[in-house]
């Protein structure tokens, strides 16, 4: 469930008619909603009340630090994989116990800027990263608490390109070697295991590989304290999926994923951390883009929008859906014509959509791109030089702009040319 309603005829973000937040900022740009991130993260925050637990935010959906501050007011933690994110989350206000850093090339100096700055544990992701870590630790004088993200070897049946829990993916020590590396790293003076971490894939649309993956951890949990560990915290990663398109069946619940949880590892005392990104923000946000031109093609006709891959790049790297929806509601029995959405970038691939019905729209009409907030605008790029889009956030009936879209000059002075040129 999201926000964006047509009221009168209008597409709506919550109170704010979208037509206004065009006019304001011009197009195209993000809008996101207050009242859905929220709704998102209290579900996720409800299904695990069951026990200890804390909802990490995947920041790499959305980084926009006015979503963090929303999320982090709400008692949530995050869930970073660079140092820019670690320090956007804590200009954000989210306290280093919070925060947990994940990721598979972490460099020391990304380890030491977190020490320093207090974290809550780092997911190491590999023996050599082990390594560097406990020299880091030592070297300031702190021991780093850690869990050991495992690779569970389980097909996560999601796009090729963000399954990451198969042996073959470069996420994660092989489970099989896990109790070996975790008496390697309770001899490492500078570290301190307090737990797991698993993450097998985003967007995943059945909860059965998910279970298959968390009873592979509650086994290994317990292995794990026979060696000796001390086992508290299961951090059990991201990945639950939304439904893009509407007319598909719908994705499991927040809540059918918690009760899962508590079925696979609830009994074993420990505090779950849960990592999720695109089920809190993708249905949070919207894309909006003008029609700068409809073309007649070869026995098909375009809509040429003013937003292209550079400012959603999902269509055209996963060959993604996005619904797209007319901001002006088309009166009822208006009838449906196919169109091929494309973008102004000078390649086929921006290309958002082939032949989707779509109600006539001519030059001028705007067009709402749905489930954008996640892996939107933070994948967005300057490629053509097109400047960033603004990001808008929501909430009732008023609107901020929350990233403004940079001006030509700005762009252009970001280059410089040197001297001797
Ligand atoms: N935790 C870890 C360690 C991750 O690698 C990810 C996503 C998440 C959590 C959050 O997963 P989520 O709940 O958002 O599914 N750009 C792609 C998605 C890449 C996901 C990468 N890792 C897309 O647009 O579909």
């Avoid at 740009?29 to 209290?42: D, I, N, P, Q, W």
């Avoid at 560097?132 to 993200?149: D, F, H, M, Q, Y």
């Avoid at 993916?169 to 390697?184: C, H, L, N, S, T």
């Avoid at 009822?332 to 729209?361: H, N």
């Amino acid at each position: 469930m999201d926000h964006f309603l047509y009221r009168d005829g209008v597409l709506h973000a919550e109170d704010v008619p979208v037509t206004e937040i065009a006019a304001a900022v011009g197009t195209p740009f993000y809008a996101y909603s207050t009242a859905t991130l929220t709704r998102h993260f209290k579900l996720f925050d409800e299904a695990l009340a069951w026990g200890e637990h804390l909802v990490c935010f995947a920041m790499k959906s959305n980084s926009n630090l006015a979503v963090l501050k929303l999320l982090g007011d709400l008692g949530a933690g995050v869930d970073v994989v660079s140092v820019g994110e670690y320090l956007k989350a804590r200009a954000a206000g989210i306290p280093g116990e919070r925060i947990v850093f994940s990721g598979v090339g972490k460099t020391r100096e990304e380890m030491r800027i977190a020490l320093e700055g207090g974290i809550r544990q780092f997911n190491v992701e590999s023996e050599p990263e082990m390594i560097a870590l406990n020299e880091v630790a030592l070297s300031l004088g702190k021991v780093a608490p850690i869990t050991v993200r495992v690779n569970p070897d389980v097909d996560a049946k999601t796009h090729e390109k963000i399954a990451t829990g198969r042996k073959e993916d470069k996420f994660g020590i092989p489970i099989a070697r896990a109790r070996e590396v975790y008496a390697e790293a309770a001899a490492m003076k500078g570290l301190k295991v307090v737990g797991i971490d698993v993450h097998i894939g985003s967007q995943l649309t059945d909860l059965a590989p998910f279970e298959a993956a968390y009873t592979k951890v509650a086994d290994l949990t317990r292995a794990l304290r026979e060696d000796g560990h001390e086992i508290h915290r299961l951090d059990l990663g991201g990945g639950l999926g939304i439904p893009y398109e509407r007319s598909n069946a719908a994705p499991p619940l927040p809540s059918d994923y918690g009760e899962m949880i508590r079925r696979t590892v609830g009994d074993l005392g420990c505090e779950i951390e849960i990592e999720p990104g695109r089920l809190i923000s993708g249905n949070s946000g919207l894309m909006v883009s003008r029609v700068i031109y409809h073309k007649q093609g070869e026995g098909r006709d375009f809509l040429i929008l003013d937003a292209a891959m550079n400012d959603l790049v999902r269509p055209s790297m996963y060959g993604a859906h996005h619904d797209i929806v007319p901001v002006i509601e088309p009166a009822p029995g208006t009838e449906m014509q196919p169109f091929d959405i494309v973008g102004p970038v000078c390649e086929s691939g921006d290309t958002f959509a082939k032949q989707r019905p779509m109600p006539p729209l001519g030059e001028g009409a705007l067009v709402a791109f749905r489930s954008a907030g996640a892996y939107g605008a933070v994948m967005a790029s300057e490629y053509n030089s097109r400047p960033l889009i603004p990001e808008v956030l929501v909430q009732d009936d008023q609107f901020a702009v929350i990233r403004a879209r940079p001006t030509f000059d700005e762009m252009i002075n970001r280059d410089t040319i040197p001297e001797w040129l």
